[in-house]
């Protein structure tokens, strides 16, 4: 299972909790910048230009959950049977998101 956890405000922000996910249901992760995620309309969630881009987002292939700040680069998790069809994350300070998209990749089936 791949599990993120999010923060109390994170939660509070993207209208949504925690995930737990099958990694028979993760297809790749990689680290991509905002703009690459294609995002079109915010369906839920909180959205402030080049700060805090959180929740649920229209894409031209599906629904996108964000948790962004800012215009650093974050992990992308790609998605199938599941309602997203990609997670993009912000990782904690000091956390490089390269090293976990590897991590997750090492353990998909």
């Known amino acids: ?60 292939d599906g629904l996108v959950f964000c948790d962004i700040r800012g215009a650093h680069d974050c992990l992308v998790i790609e998605l199938r049977n599941e309602h997203y069809i990609r997670l993009a994350l912000q990782m904690d300070d000091g956390v490089k998101p390269n090293d976990v998209a590897h991590a997750i990749c090492r353990q998909i089936p």
């Open 1 to 60: 299972m791949l599990y993120v956890d999010l923060t109390p405000s994170d939660r509070f922000m993207t209208f949504h909790g925690s995930f737990s996910i099958p990694l028979t249901h993760v297809t790749n992760a990689y680290v991509s910048g905002r703009e690459a995620l294609h995002l079109q309309w915010r369906l839920l969630g909180t959205s402030f230009p080049n700060a805090v881009t959180a929740g649920t987002f229209t894409s031209p």
